[in-house]
Antibody
Framework: QVQLVQSGAEVKKPGASVKVSCKASGHSFTDYDFSWVRQATGQGLEWMGWMNSYSGNTGYAQKFQGRVTITWDTSISTAYMELDTLTSDDTAVYYC?????????????WGQGTLVTVSS | SDELTQPPSVSVSPGQTARITCSGD??????AYWYQQKPGQAPVLVIYKDNERPSGIPERFSGSSSGTTVTLTISGVQAEDEADYHC??????????FGRGTKLTVL
């Protein structure tokens, strides 16, 4: 089954870091790029960054530059997103999403989402 | 502006046609994508490359583009179409960007 399965919910204190995983199955991990998108409660979607394991490239939205790191482990078809120096504004559901490929901007497959709660 | 602007809400009666717009200065240079999101669920792609429909998406969903505005049209709206709809494209630097979403209410 073609799917992206993310790690479970996290509760973090302000100033801490969080690392969310996204395991791809049913398709070749290196054939696609993957992005991370977050959504605060009642808000819209916000693109954070992307990675491509075949090219080794990553890119980040300017808003998150220096605070987010996207990595991966090709051997287990898993992407990771680590966000540092958390504040309450980072409380959101974090999604990984598979790029459509062929230079397209859109996403055809999404993970189930991981709720990250930042609270003292 | 690099932002994508959507109306916060659109309401339509069952069987009618819903049109959701998305405006942005970079839209003439980049394709637009539309996602449907129901409460508690991940987004689902319903339109890609302005007007292409993925397999499995009903024919009542269509997309169009004109200048700096793209439009998602849902013909013969059904109760199950009630959801949030998000447009996505790129800004002037080519960075992916989303609109703030439109809540479609089926009256």
């Amino acid at each position: 089954q073609v799917q992206l399965v993310q790690s479970g919910a996290e509760v973090k204190k302000p100033g801490a870091s969080v690392k969310v995983s996204c395991k791809a199955s049913g398709h070749s991990f290196t054939d696609y790029d993957f992005s991370w998108v977050r959504q605060a409660t009642g808000q819209g979607l916000e693109w954070m960054g992307w990675m491509n394991s075949y090219s080794g490239n990553t890119g980040y939205a300017q808003k998150f530059q220096g605070r987010v790191t996207i990595t991966w482990d090709t051997s287990i078809s898993t992407a990771y997103m680590e966000l540092d120096t958390l504040t309450s504004d980072d409380t959101a559901v974090y999604y990984c999403a598979r790029g459509l490929g062929f230079g397209q901007l859109g996403f055809d497959l999404w993970g189930q989402g991981t709720l990250v709660t930042v609270s003292s | 502006s690099d932002e994508l602007t959507q109306p916060p809400s659109v309401s339509v009666s069952p069987g009618q046609t819903a049109r959701i717009t998305c405006s942005g200065d970079a839209l003439p240079r980049h394709y637009a994508y539309w996602y449907q999101q129901k409460p508690g669920q991940a987004p689902v792609l319903v339109i890609y490359k302005d007007n292409e429909r993925p397999s499995g998406i009903p024919e009542r969903f269509s997309g169009s583009s004109s200048g700096t505005t793209v439009t998602l049209t849902i013909s013969g709206v059904q109760a199950e179409d009630e959801a949030d709809y998000h447009c996505q494209s790129a800004d002037s630097s080519g960075t992916r960007v989303f609109g703030r979403g439109t809540k479609l209410t089926v009256l």
